[in-house]
């Protein structure tokens, strides 16, 4: 799971963009996790998880060519509800909270970019 839940860079020389450019441009499937179920409780209690579609956007290539180096960006839409923290679960990781963030007022829209290590991929 990339990013199942919502409870959720930089180019420096042409080189760097190239990679990026091979890369299959397919949106990765969100799919159902038997290990996001077992661990969603110890990652964010018993919040609910709201659908945000529509309001934020998290997007991945469906196969990067280095599942070392695996870009993300996720973004905010105008008028949506601020973001005040963000954690990135990556379920099939050995650690699966990837990073969380706090976003303060001068954040908003966010518009975020990444790149993540995914194991299973």
Not at 53 to 70: C, E, H, I, K, Q
Not at 103 to 112: E, R, S, W
Request: proline content about 8%; cysteine-free.
């Amino acid at each position: 799971m990339l990013f199942r839940s919502l409870a959720v860079a930089g180019f420096v020389a042409i080189l760097a963009t190239l990679p990026a450019l091979a890369q299959d441009k397919r949106a990765a499937p969100l799919e159902p996790s038997e290990r996001w179920d077992i661990m969603r409780g110890d990652i964010v209690g018993d919040a609910q998880i709201l659908d945000g579609a529509g309001l934020y956007a998290l997007d991945s290539p469906f196969r990067a060519n280095d599942a070392a180096t695996v870009p993300l960006h996720f973004t905010q839409a105008e008028g949506a509800p601020d973001v005040a923290r963000l954690t990135l679960v990556i379920d099939e990781n050995p650690a699966p909270v990837a990073a969380e963030f706090e976003f303060g007022p001068a954040m908003q829209p966010i518009d975020l970019e990444l790149r993540v290590r995914i194991d299973a991929y």
